[in-house]
């Protein structure tokens, strides 16, 4: 069906990061408490910008899952997806403006992530950089 992966109901209590550009490498500043059960979620990405002029810029944007409150320490990375310039010869180019969609589950290998906050890596050369905003939805396809 058309629109089948687009309709999403919007929480804030799930807002993963808002709108803005990130031209470096960066840690969310939004941490989201899952609680001490097991999640298995969708993060929405809204992509509105993504800079690919120089034909080397790569931005990965993580979900970063952590047993700790303040993701200083067991933290790891539950999903990401790739924008920009893909060093993967079977990738073109992605960067259009759009929405996307990045599953996720806060268990691995038997271990509980309660904590999750969304990272940006960005590599190349960038002159603007990325912007999008990021949301936990509530699949209701």
């Not at 807002?15 to 990130?22: E, N, Q, R, S, T």
């Not at 408490?33 to 944007?61: H, P, Q, R």
């Not at 904590?115 to 960005?122: E, F, G, Q």
């Amino acid at each position: 069906m058309a629109g089948e992966y687009t309709n999403y109901t919007y929480d804030n209590a799930l807002l993963l990061k808002a709108a803005g550009l990130i031209a470096a490498t960066a840690n969310g500043s939004i941490i989201l408490d899952l609680g001490a059960g097991f999640v298995d979620a969708d993060v929405v990405i809204d992509l509105s910008a993504c800079e690919i002029a120089s034909g080397d810029e790569i931005y990965t944007v993580s979900v970063e899952g952590s047993t700790a409150a303040d993701m200083a320490s067991g933290s790891v990375c539950l999903a990401r997806k790739a924008f920009g310039n893909l060093v993967v010869p079977m990738d073109a180019a992605l960067s259009a403006a759009g929405r996307y969609v990045l599953c996720f589950r806060n268990e691995e290998n038997g271990t509980l992530y309660r904590y999750v906050r969304i990272h940006t890596t960005v590599a190349g050369t960038i002159a603007t950089g990325i912007n999008y905003s990021a949301f936990i939805g509530l699949d209701h396809g």
